[in-house]
């Protein structure tokens, strides 16, 4: 629809001033940092809003419109933390968010990957390989990756949990494809390095 699409323009523009920024060094939740002044910037802003974007993807619409629902309530007027917000996301969805919040916000940086893939005809599999070659003083991060493979007919999608600096699968295909997409619904704040 169209508030669809000016919804995904919307995401798509702020992860492009926040990889561009200067920021990306520094974690959103930075305990060091006494000036609040110096937190508005894009962290706090641009990435902060792609980490809720990727925690909805995460826990779920189900769970994370309740869980913001009852944030709000919990805080309006008030005084709230990081730390309130993954306690309230936690209860309602069920699942354990430490890591989630601790890679995305309380570290600096963002995954840079670098996606190689292989066709198999004897095996009708693709083999595909992810290698994260962000900063070394950045976090190898944990990631649900939705790979899209273009093929002639239409496009088949597997999803995966990316884990570690070289991550690698073969996956099963109908078809040989011919283009690989990764996260085409845009969900991560995710740069693509060049392939060497």
């Known amino acids: 629809t169209q508030d669809e699409a000016a919804f995904r323009e919307r995401i798509d523009d702020m992860r492009a001033r926040y990889l561009a920024s200067s920021t990306t060094d520094r974690p959103v939740v930075d305990d060091g940092v006494t000036n609040l002044l110096q937190h508005l ?4 802003y641009e990435k902060g809003a792609l980490v809720l974007h990727m925690l909805r993807d995460i826990v779920g619409e189900r769970a994370f419109f309740p869980a913001i629902r009852q944030f709000y309530q919990e805080h309006e007027g008030g005084h709230a933390e ?3 917000l993954q306690r309230v996301l936690e209860d309602i969805s069920g699942q354990s968010l430490g890591w989630f919040f601790d890679q995305w916000l309380r570290r600096p940086g963002h ?7 292989t066709w198999r005809q004897d095996l009708s599999q693709a083999q595909v390989t992810l290698t994260q070659v962000q900063d070394d003083l950045w976090p190898t991060f944990r990631l649900p ?3 899209e493979f273009v093929m002639e007919g239409g496009v088949h999608r597997v999803s995966e949990w990316v884990e570690g600096r070289v991550w690698r699968r073969d996956i099963a295909l109908p ?3 011919t283009e690989l997409r990764i ?3 845009g969900w991560l704040i995710l740069e693509q390095a060049n392939t060497p």
């Open 145 to 147: 990756v939705d790979f």
């Open 111 to 117: 995954p840079v990957v670098r996606v190689d893939w």
């Open 82 to 84: 990081t730390a309130d």
């Open 175 to 177: 078809a040989r494809p």
């Open 41 to 44: 910037n894009d962290n706090s």
């Open 183 to 185: 996260d085409p619904d």
